[in-house]
């Protein structure tokens, strides 16, 4: 998928840029970007994991690349891409793909 889009990307050993991969050296060796930190975890086949530090996602327009980033693995995927609180359990945010777009799924006035 990263090499299909149109997403700069780069993946380096130590200070060297080198090919990109297969998937299951990817996820045991995150590398990070110059724009948004995504740090890709191993889990079951049926779930992709990922964690990234809100700071880096300060504003609206970083917000709106979060929202691409989500709808893009969704769309990709057509499957929910839902983001939790740290530890938590219930989605806060997430991709819908019969909305075809990223919603708010939980109030935030309650957390």
């Known amino acids: 998928m990263v090499q299909e889009s149109d997403w700069?990307?780069?993946?380096?050993d130590g200070d060297t840029a080198v090919a990109l991969p297969i998937a299951a050296e990817i996820f045991a060796r995150?590398?990070?970007a110059p724009?948004?930190?995504?740090i890709f975890r191993p889990y079951p086949s049926d779930e992709i994991g990922f964690d990234i530090d809100l700071r880096e996602l300060q504003g609206?327009?970083?917000l709106d690349l979060l929202c691409e980033f989500f709808s893009a693995i969704g769309r990709r995927l057509d499957k929910p891409v839902l983001m939790t609180s740290e530890m938590g359990q219930d989605p806060v945010l997430g991709f819908d793909p019969a909305a075809d777009r990223v919603v708010l799924m939980a109030d935030?006035?309650?957390h």
């Open 8 to 12: 700069a990307w780069e993946f380096s």
């Open 30 to 32: 995150p590398a990070d």
């Open 35 to 38: 724009d948004v930190l995504a």
């Open 60 to 62: 609206q327009e970083r």
């Open 108 to 110: 935030p006035r309650l």
